[in-house]
């Protein structure tokens, strides 16, 4: 049986510094008959653990589409991919088939994820189903870790010095297997980390947008955002990210970005909340 570790980089690799691509894949996602939420969830763990989400992409159930997508992703130079979707039992679940391909390389049963369904059903492996065996089969040479809420197994391959991730589709499967695995390999313990504040201005968008810009390229590492939808007639909200490679690098920028941006509004006579 799997010795359930946290995959962790290589000498060579900076998780929370590099860029990061998401991919949601189903053809339901594309139909509009699911709502991706993982992406949306995935996005905010990365990003309070210090690392930069580039782009996020959802595509349907098709091999080559997915091989495509995933071989310019790592000539863009992501440092991680995350795929969610397309580790199940069907047909048109296809993720594994489309790593293996992109690596050049075969499928292979992994054995202790055989033995772990065995054990957990208390059967012979004559009487392991063939969805069980589909969910057991990976990419060769990958890393395999055993899901802490699910049958799907987290999945690493690795090319070209990213780390692609193959995560299943439910959502509690993935916040479990991001919280058991993927936390320590974006610096979970002691690596990068962003850290965001909201505050509250008694301005239009259109007149404190400058300065969110002027505290941004004064304060590196930080991304400032206004939501005028969820403002009332009189605040705006706005959120006040910063990155660091540590905690106390990350709270530094936060309090110089909102110390800055505290004084540029001062200065219009506007109130400001933290």
């Known amino acids: 049986m799997h010795e359930p570790r946290a995959p962790?980089?290589?000498?060579?690799?900076?998780p929370a510094a590099s860029p990061v691509e998401i991919v949601s894949i189903g053809t339901e996602l594309l139909?509009?008959?699911i709502q991706d939420s993982n992406s949306f969830w995935l996005a905010q763990q990365v990003a309070d653990l210090g690392g930069a989400v580039q782009r996020i992409t959802t595509i349907g159930d098709d091999q080559p589409t997915i091989v495509d997508l995933l071989r310019d992703a790592v000539a863009r130079g992501a440092g991680t991919i995350i795929t969610t979707g397309g580790l199940g039992p069907t047909p048109d679940d296809l993720t594994v088939a489309a790593v293996a391909e992109l690596l050049g390389v075969g499928t292979v049963?992994?054995?202790?994820t055989v033995e772990d369904y065995l054990r957990r059903r208390a059967i012979r492996e004559e009487e392991l189903t063939p969805a069980l065996r589909a969910m057991a089969t990976v990419p060769m040479g990958a890393e395999i870790f055993p899901s802490p809420a699910g049958w799907a197994p987290l999945i690493r391959a690795r090319m070209d010095g990213c780390s692609i991730f193959l995560l299943p589709g439910p959502p509690q499967e993935v916040q479990a297997i991001f919280a058991r695995y993927l936390a320590d390999h974006f610096g979970g313990e002691g690596g990068a980390r962003g850290l965001v504040h909201r505050v509250y201005v008694d301005?239009?968008?259109?007149?404190?947008?400058?300065?969110?810009?002027?505290?941004?390229?004064a304060v590196p590492g930080t991304y400032i955002k206004g939501y005028i939808a969820l403002g009332n007639q009189r605040f705006l909200p706005i959120d006040v990210l910063a990155r660091g490679?540590?905690?106390?690098?990350?709270?530094?920028s936060l309090d110089r970005a909102l110390d800055l941006l505290a004084?540029?509004?001062?200065?219009?006579?506007?109130?400001?909340q933290r």
């Open 109 to 112: 049963l992994d054995r202790p």
């Open 8 to 14: 962790s980089p290589s000498p060579a690799e900076s």
């Open 203 to 217: 301005m239009w968008e259109s007149e404190v947008s400058p300065m969110l810009q002027q505290v941004m390229d």
């Open 31 to 33: 139909l509009g008959r």
């Open 263 to 272: 004084s540029l509004v001062a200065e219009t006579g506007r109130d400001f």
């Open 245 to 252: 490679a540590d905690d106390h690098a990350a709270q530094a």
